[in-house]
């Protein structure tokens, strides 16, 4: 619509200004200030700890029906159970072989002797005399500690999980890297499966297979599986062309292009996938305590519940030192695949491994034989000396630091967490549901408001709508604050080579320690609370949205940067005018990336305090009777992820196409 205005012998006509989806943003914003106002309290669907929703009693008869028939139903006998008896013997196989008394024999058929050297052996064959340095080191550090079985049990879930993973991921790997339309197939379910948080395995699983190592294996492998397809097909997909041109040139089937052509070339990348399998396996098995998995994670558990920091962190040294022994040998397999052995002395390396190999058969055959090298001595006494020193830190740091925390802590609580979590718990939830669907299509379009739309629907069909909102509350403040030093670290890195040698491998070791492991120091520092969760979350999501950042900066031409700077701008101006605008996808991806794992990691957070979604499903495993709402809770985490992820990614659209606008 238009006006027109009569002057003279002109006409003249003025355009009437168009709301902006900016402006019509902050709108929607004022308007739910408002109604927040007048109607704060009514309608929260706030629902007791004890009670239960119909829905949560028709779980609950479900499960007991399910346990009815768990011997009698024909899935079940057929299927279901016979993928659990599967599963059970292959984790008793690996245990009876290092971790319990197996085949009649009152210790493991290897004991810690022949672990220590057979795993030392293979580190070396696969990497190098320096990684197998290094592993048996950290293999000694389990005894040392008093960890030893709780250590092996970690690893025989670990690698059995390992094995499943590989032996279905890599041919579906395969698959979708030679064929575009599997490619297509499995991407959504791949996106889908590593959008849920960890948590979310475990519920339906204990339902099918019950509580114990089985559902913990398979909750593990199905987590772990997602990197080994595709990264495999990400491997095969980039060989180049040039290569395959020449092998069909030849007249290779489309087997011995595979065989001669695409695994050969893709070796390093594929390798890769099984150090990022083996990393998600690991941090899945601490994770699967929760259904009485054995190992580490159950001591952290315990520790944590009871909050014994020292307990804690000598079990989180032995499940980080695990993390860095794994990952470095995977990770030099993968440089040493690449390479192609790349020694100088490839005899002599052959005659040492063949003798380190007779000494590690005779340790094997020993640690089979002998009590002494089967069971690890009992004077190492380094586990009692970590827990009294993590317990003489942490009351020193209670007696000392307790102001600073404080401080911190009732700042972010009071100025960011106690009202945003008013402001979308206390809102009614009709107010609410439409306030998300609303911001959806202005972000978004109207797909995405339909996606949010049903998300609403489920959240509040759950029972659990406060809680998800709660639970919501604290993902945003954490991702605020993962956005914020993602911003503020990455451009540094970004802009500083130094910086980035330096940080970067501090970076690196964070992303492969299991989320367990950052609960301890921050309960240490600032006790049980939601506070401890926001901030646990913060620390587990901040490597990868700082190094997505970092990335993201570097690859802006350095002509451009120069150019700003010949035009007279200063550095400020350079990093908010050029580099944070220009890095835009990178900024988005962050953004998206660190709402995924911070999700995650705050409801891990129910086991300190954090309250909400959280609780509800540690409580659905440890109260029978809660077990539905549990599940219900692990639904609504899944829900909120994927509407959370479906917002983000609209808004990383948006601004692609706004800024394409620009530059045209």
Same mark, same amino acid.
């Given at each position: ?350 005659? @040492? *491994?063949? $003798?380190? &190999? #007779?000494?590690? %058969?005779?340790?094997?055959? +020993?640690?089979? /034989? ?87 629907? @489920? *959240?509040? $069909?759950? &029972? #659990?709508?406060? %809680?998800?909102?709660?639970? +919501?509350?604290? /993902? ?189």
């Amino acid at each position: 619509m238009a006006t027109t205005t009569m002057t003279g012998s002109s006409t003249r006509t003025t355009p009437r200004r168009r709301i902006t989806k900016p402006l019509a943003v902050v709108g929607v914003l004022v308007f739910w200030l408002v109604a927040w106002t007048l109607l704060r309290g009514q309608d929260m669907l706030e629902l007791p700890r004890a009670t239960l929703t119909d829905l949560h009693h028709w779980l609950n008869d479900v499960n007991d029906s399910v346990g009815a028939s768990r011997n009698s139903s024909p899935i079940f006998l057929y299927f279901f159970n016979e993928i659990r008896a599967v599963m059970d013997a292959l984790v008793t196989f690996v245990q009876g072989l290092i971790a319990q008394p197996a085949y009649g024999r009152p210790v493991p058929v290897l004991g810690w002797l022949g672990v220590v050297a057979l795993v030392s052996y293979a580190s070396w064959a696969f990497a190098n005399w320096r990684v197998g340095l290094l592993a048996a080191g950290g293999f000694t550090l389990f005894g040392l500690q008093g960890l030893w079985q709780e250590s092996m049990d970690t690893l025989a879930l670990t690698l059995v999980a390992v094995f499943v993973s590989l032996l279905f991921g890599i041919p579906l790997g395969i698959l979708a890297g030679v064929s575009d339309r599997f490619h297509r197939m499995i991407t959504p379910v791949l996106d889908l499966m590593q959008t849920m948080p960890t948590f979310v395995y475990l519920a339906p699983l204990t339902l099918v297979f019950l509580i114990g190592p089985a559902s913990a294996t398979i909750a593990t492998l199905i987590y772990a599986m997602p990197p080994a397809i595709r990264i495999t097909a990400h491997g095969i997909r980039s060989v180049p062309a040039p290569p395959v041109e020449a092998t069909d040139s030849f007249g290779a089937t489309r087997r011995q292009r595979l065989t001669k052509a695409l695994l050969p070339l893709s070796k390093r990348t594929i390798v890769l996938g099984v150090n990022q399998t083996i990393m998600a396996a690991l941090a899945m098995v601490t994770v699967a305590a929760l259904i009485d998995a054995p190992g580490l994670g159950k001591t952290v558990i315990k520790a944590l519940q009871t909050t014994d920091v020292g307990t804690a962190f000598n079990a989180g040294v032995a499940i980080v030192v695990m993390a860095i022994v794994l990952d470095r040998v995977t990770t030099a397999a993968s440089i040493r695949a690449e390479q192609g052995g790349g020694e100088s002395s490839p005899r002599i390396r052959r005659l @040492l *491994l063949a $003798g380190f &190999g #007779l000494v590690a %058969a005779v340790c094997s055959y +020993l640690s089979y /034989t002998y009590l002494w090298a089967s069971e690890f001595p009992d004077g190492g006494q380094l586990g009692e000396y970590l827990s009294q020193g993590a317990t003489a830190v942490t009351t020193w740091a209670q007696n000392n630091l307790s102001d600073v925390t404080a401080a911190v802590k009732d700042g972010v609580t009071i100025a960011l967490l106690n009202p945003l979590e008013a402001l979308l718990a206390e809102s009614p939830w009709w107010l609410m549901g439409a306030v998300i669907v609303v911001l959806a299509a202005l972000i978004g379009n109207l797909r995405t408001a339909a996606v949010a739309a049903v998300c609403v629907g @489920l *959240l509040v $069909g759950s &029972g #659990l709508w406060n %809680a998800s909102m709660i639970t +919501l509350a604290m /993902t945003l403040v954490a991702t605020l604050l993962v956005v914020t030093l993602g911003v503020v670290v990455g451009v540094w890195m970004g802009r500083s080579s130094r910086a980035d040698r330096i940080i970067r491998p501090v970076l690196d070791a964070g992303q492969t320690m299991p989320a367990f492991v950052y609960l301890i120091p921050v309960v240490a520092l600032f006790s049980v609370s939601r506070f401890s969760a926001i901030v646990a979350g913060v620390v587990y999501a901040a490597p990868v949205a700082i190094k997505i950042v970092a990335d993201g900066v570097r690859a802006i031409p350095e002509s451009t940067v120069e150019a700003a700077t010949a035009a007279g701008s200063n550095s400020w101006q350079t990093i908010t005018k050029v580099q944070l605008p220009m890095a835009r996808q990178s900024l988005m991806l962050a953004t998206n990336q660190g709402l995924i794992y911070v999700l995650s990691m705050v409801v891990i957070g129910g086991l300190v305090g954090a309250g909400a979604l959280g609780y509800e499903v540690v409580a659905g495993f440890s109260q029978g009777q809660l077990y539905g709402k549990g599940l219900a809770a692990g639904v609504a985490i899944v829900v909120l992820g994927i509407m959370l992820d479906r917002i983000a990614r609209a808004a990383a659209q948006r601004s692609d196409r706004a800024f394409a606008a620009t530059q045209t």
